[in-house]
T-cell receptor
């Protein structure tokens, strides 16, 4: 069975700083997807970034980038130039490819951006 | 385009009562998922509909939970009778195709059983 671990329950940084959220996972699958979702306070969960396991290049979406280390089963999220609007719960999730497409989630990291 | 909506946003019920949660997916999305986050724990998959059919209900905790998706549009999740451990946030998500890896989430329903 697959598991996803987020070891940082809460983090806080100053606005404009760079922050890295950790995520490790365990799987015997070779083909899968990894995701970071963000849930701002009292708002909907939205997809921040995704990574296909077969791609060696790390995914990037504007200020958000990942460090995908497949051998180490690590998938960290880096937020550059953090903004107040980045304050949210961040969830790391795993999806086995070509299967039932259910997401397997980490426990989440609460990120607070301080002014 | 309207997003995924869920109703109610918050429900407080007593142990033993019945509650029905509703999810309206994005129009045209065949796939509908239910997830649950019990306080302080990971979000867990409950079940997956493809149109009106249950594709996978392996995550349903027990037979007190009943999910339906009549006509392949909105879905309901009924808990009867509710227990204290059912408290948590219930999320619904939808996606357009079976091989879509991006799921679009609703705001969740916070269920409190007292």
């Amino acid at each position: 069975a697959q598991t996803v671990t987020q070891s940082q329950p809460e983090m806080s940084v100053q606005e404009a700083e760079t922050v890295t959220l950790s995520c490790t996972y365990d799987t015997s699958e070779s083909n899968y997807y990894l995701f970071w979702y963000k849930q701002p306070p009292s708002r909907q969960m939205i997809l921040v970034i995704r990574q296909e396991a077969y791609k060696q290049q790390n995914a990037t979406e504007n200020r958000f980038s990942v460090n995908f280390q497949k051998a180490a089963k690590s998938f960290s999220l880096k937020i550059s130039d953090s903004q107040l609007g980045d304050t949210a719960m961040y969830f790391c999730a795993f999806m086995k490819a070509d299967s039932n497409y259910q997401l397997i989630w980490g426990a989440g990291t609460k990120l607070i951006i301080k002014p | 385009e309207a997003g995924v909506t869920q109703f109610p946003s918050h429900s407080v019920i007593e142990k033993g009562q019945t509650v029905t949660l509703r999810c309206d997916p994005i129009s045209g999305h065949d796939n509908l998922y239910w997830y649950r986050r019990v306080m302080g724990k990971e979000i867990k998959f409950l079940l997956h509909f493809v149109k009106e059919s249950k594709q996978d209900e392996s995550g349903m905790p027990n037979n007190r939970f009943l999910a339906e998706r009549t006509g392949g549009t909105y879905s309901t999740l009924k808990v009867q009778p509710a227990e204290l451990e059912d408290s948590g946030v219930y999320f619904c998500a939808s996606s357009p195709r079976l091989d879509s890896y991006e799921q679009y989430f609703g705001p969740g329903t916070r269920l409190t059983v007292t």
